[in-house]
């Protein structure tokens, strides 16, 4: 069998456990890859104890492991995207297929890596980008080459959906959650990047790219976090037979292509609404052949490793035949990458949960129906709860059916102003997911 | 861009959705697989308004579509294992690379056509052959190539997960819920193939040998159908906690392989559970991602096309670049598929469902629990119900901890032979896919 020299840049969590998996299990990944892969080059700051395998040389620089002539597949498993894009690209330019579990660096500089790529006639892979071990990239970019994509969602980072799990099961609030998270090591001390839905962001950017052959485009996705969400939240939509999930969601229609990362209610028959804690899972409407979910582990260094050497496999096996890895980076070829408008969100029509905060009053609620009927947005259903004893105020929880946000916000705006409002009216879209 | 000729043998359900397919979507799967894809031939025996396109040959005689010399790719939509095979047989000594969606074939003979294919240099694919429009091949020979798999668990055929399901929902009979499944078309005249888990255990010994890296052996998998399942077994493994399914199971220990198809109680909480009406699921755990589960359409028109066509893909998109697709059939080259020893069925060691029907007695409940006891089975739920009024039977259902099969045997024989069971012993394996 010939013999793939990797190089692997980074030794962190993901770098460590690619190391270990291929380590583990070399033998069964050699004969998948049709090949003996070899991790011959490593680079890594600090020292580890993986280094210390006879035969591995270890570079504090990583560029020397760019520079090494020998190694046929650079990994870069380093993060950010400063280090990471110029090394990348030196590696490209080196003649080297990439792989990559960096979400950020492809979400952002895809497009100019990717046509770098392509012009030196290597592959630039990033299967661990998105959902950890579950390939979703393969599946979106070949297994379901056949259909057009109507749509996809996924709960796609495992912070946020940890934390929404565990409010909900236990009725503790954000803040209790978010530490105990972080105290897991599920969530980073400044966990922005997570619970505002940023890395969501990223990883929904680069499915839609793959889903519609739209360019990769960041700023063109509408991003809200999970701050604001209660345990009343989460009970309510209980009540009415939905569950609470932060969602990435790409659609197209004929208005063209909408993204968003925002908490959403589905319908509790959805098996995403009983995809609970760190898991990820991801649903995609084809044309051909309608719904299909995947579920798994979206983050941890095995599980992310497993897509890093898949991704490592796919180039070994054709690089073993003297043959290159043909199918592009976003599943079509980037003269056919092809810019849809987007959809504004004040234009997007979904259904709406609304919880407002008012006082126990007679004809409150018919002030309230009637501002919303007056805007053409129809109520689905309604809680109502009796006031806790000794309190003024009560909630009222209304699923709307189908309104354009910007109908919806206005009559929100008016509920607001309302004497008998006692506080800003929480509001959530609703997603039935419907095939 | 290059046109890759197609010849489709068979106008059936398959083949007609997967023209519909092609037709309905042809711009978008050409971007996907870098080339013109084009149907010059169709083999059918019936005249079809689909055969009547400008610039289609059609011909009665399919062996016509495969002494074609334009065609690229044949596609073997006719079913059965008779012409089905003389049909692939000359379509590969010809060169030609095949498509097929037929789990019998490559169950049965796919040892064989492998190694022609691979000695003709042809790629022989069959994504829908398993669980439709689900790219579950795919997944697992190369989006799950870094793990070594430990076993996987699936929901491979959806006429008996319609009648479990409707069974366990409307509380009906299996043979009244039949009858409707034939009704709907989703179930045959002669339905055993599909209730007593043939057609399960053709794609289960599928996965195992990509799984495993074994050969494809039919008769190495124990095969229970659903017909014994009544509505009260349905409602007590609620009651427990559990659901039942129908799955193929396969597993990887140091004692050997074991390949199954039988009723099976999961819990709850797996979301294998939930998985009703025709849906497929298939679960894997693998040694570095884990569990992942991947659910959709196990069968009809457009989605086994979504198969066909990504295989399709695949194929044209290394044709298209003078390419050879190089993935081996089963994910590694035959000369590493190996032999594994089987754990014969005495050995399994699983927890078990009962359900006696006993005399209404004193000291009965006593009697069993002493036979299983004596035998080292231990009891982990149990339920009582009493007597429906004027009977003098009740069901008594145990929950045992994991025990083998041949112990598990031993004590229900024992238990039928005692003068106040009533009737056989309704027994069940129980599984909890843990990770």
Same mark, same amino acid.
């Given at each position: 069998m010939k013999t793939i020299k990797l190089g692997i840049c980074g030794l962190g969590t993901v770098g460590s456990g690619t190391v270990n998996v291929l380590a583990a299990s070399g033998e069964a990944i050699n004969r998948r890859a049709g090949a003996t892969l070899e991790i011959t080059h490593i680079g890594a700051r600090r020292d580890n104890a993986?280094?210390?395998?006879?035969g591995i040389k270890v570079s504090r620089d990583i560029f020397d492991v760019v520079d090494d002539? $020998?190694? *046929?597949i650079l990994i870069e498993?380093?993060?950010?995207t400063t280090v990471a894009k110029e090394l990348v690209e030196r590696a490209i330019k080196a003649g080297k297929h990439v792989v990559t579990a960096n979400k950020a660096l492809i979400a952002e500089f895809g497009t100019e890596l990717f046509a770098l790529a392509s012009e030196h006639g290597v592959a630039l892979r990033y299967?661990?980008?998105?959902?950890?071990?579950?390939?979703i990239i393969k599946a979106l970019r070949e297994?379901?080459?056949?259909n057009e994509i109507n749509w996809l969602a996924g709960i796609i980072n495992g912070t946020t959906n940890f934390i929404l799990s565990e409010m909900g099961t236990a009725k503790r609030a954000f803040e209790d959650v978010l530490a105990e998270a972080q105290a897991l090591g599920y969530? $980073?001390? *400044?966990?922005t990047f997570d619970v505002e839905g940023i890395d969501a962001a990223h990883k929904l950017v680069i499915l839609a790219a793959i889903a519609f052959?739209?360019?990769?485009?960041?700023?063109g996705v509408y991003t809200e976090g999970v701050?604001?969400?209660?345990p009343a939240d989460l009970s309510f939509a209980e009540e009415l037979g939905y569950r609470i999930k932060h969602l990435g969601i790409a659609k197209l229609t004929d208005a063209g292509v909408n993204l968003r990362v925002h908490p959403t209610l589905i319908p509790e028959e959805q098996l995403l609404s009983r995809v609970n804690g760190v898991e990820n899972a991801v649903l995609i409407d084809g044309s051909a052949v309608g719904p299909t979910l995947y579920c798994g582990a979206g983050a941890g260094a095995a599980p992310t490793a497993s897509a890093v050497v898949a991704d490592i496999v796919d180039i070994a096996r054709e690089l073993a035949a003297d043959q290159l890895p043909q199918i592009p980076a976003l599943g079509v070829d980037a003269d056919s990458i092809t810019e849809i408008d987007s959809v504004p969100m004040a234009q997007v029509v979904t259904p709406w949960y609304l919880r407002l905060n008012v006082q126990?009053?007679?004809?409150v609620m018919s002030k309230v129906s009637s501002i919303l009927s007056e805007r053409g947005i129809s109520i689905e259903a309604l809680i109502q709860k009796p006031p806790?004893?000794?309190?003024q105020s009560v909630s009222l929880v209304v699923l709307t059916n189908p309104a354009e946000q910007a109908q919806l916000l206005g009559a929100v705006a008016e509920i607001e102003a309302?004497?008998?409002?006692l506080s800003d009216v929480m509001r959530i879209r609703v997603e039935t997911l419907k095939g």
């Open positions: 993986l280094c210390n395998t006879a002539p $020998e190694i *046929d498993l380093i993060g950010g299967e661990a980008a998105v959902a950890g071990g579950i390939p297994g379901l080459a056949g969530a $980073e001390a *400044d966990p052959g739209i360019p990769l485009n960041i700023n701050t604001r969400i209660t126990d009053k007679p004809g806790t004893k000794g309190q309302l004497e008998t409002t």
